[in-house]
């Protein structure tokens, strides 16, 4: 499902580049990117997304050479395969949690489907908010709603970006047992990066990032 080879990265104005380790992910497997604050987790998953467009070697997803499509096609490509979980909610608060689960699916260009939008929240335990605003839920309720509508287009696979790093130990295990179950429940590709070392209990497949950067030429 993932294959990265000889991947590498450079910000604007930095003087040294993240050089990745080479790993595959099979479709269905959960893995945990480990690593400290700053060792280059968040770029490696932008960059597995698309969000961050790799500058040396290779990322494939479902056997597709991402770099290889347009910004449109990168697009349909990320809204139909991807289901990203950010550190930041970026829910649209002007919208209820309903039509922040729909706009999920009218960005994939796909049909509305309110009735998985509300098995989805009965699963998170979040049904009562389906009309309620985003600005009326808590801290935690909008980052369940995160994670439904990034499961909303069952994506073949999820990216989540530090999902428990703010969370007590009992949030935490809520946070990660929901991701397991609804990724078991659609077959889908689960990464994880985290600095969390709670998690290595619940995945056992890790890809560590160690000492990632290497002098420009």
Known sequence: MVSVKDLQYTYSKAITTMRFPDFDIQAGEHSLLLGESGGGKTTLLHLIGGLLQSQKGKIELDGVN?????????????????????????????????????????????????????????????????????????VGQAQRVAIARAVMNKPALILADEPTSALDDKNCEKVISLLLKLANHSWATLLVATHDQRLKERLNRQIELKSTEINRA
Do not use: W, Y
Request: overall charge positive; proline content about 3%; hydrophobic content about 45%.
């Open 66 to 138: 991402i770099a290889a499509l347009s910004a449109v096609q990168l697009d349909q490509f990320r809204g139909k395969k991807m289901g990203f979980i950010f550190q930041k909610n970026h829910l649209i608060n002007t919208l209820t949690v309903k039509q922040n689960l729909l706009a999920a699916s009218f960005f994939a260009g796909n049909p509305a489907d309110p009735q998985r939008a509300v098995e989805i929240l009965e699963e998170l335990g979040l049904a009562d908010k389906l009309n309620s605003k985003v600005t009326e839920l808590s």
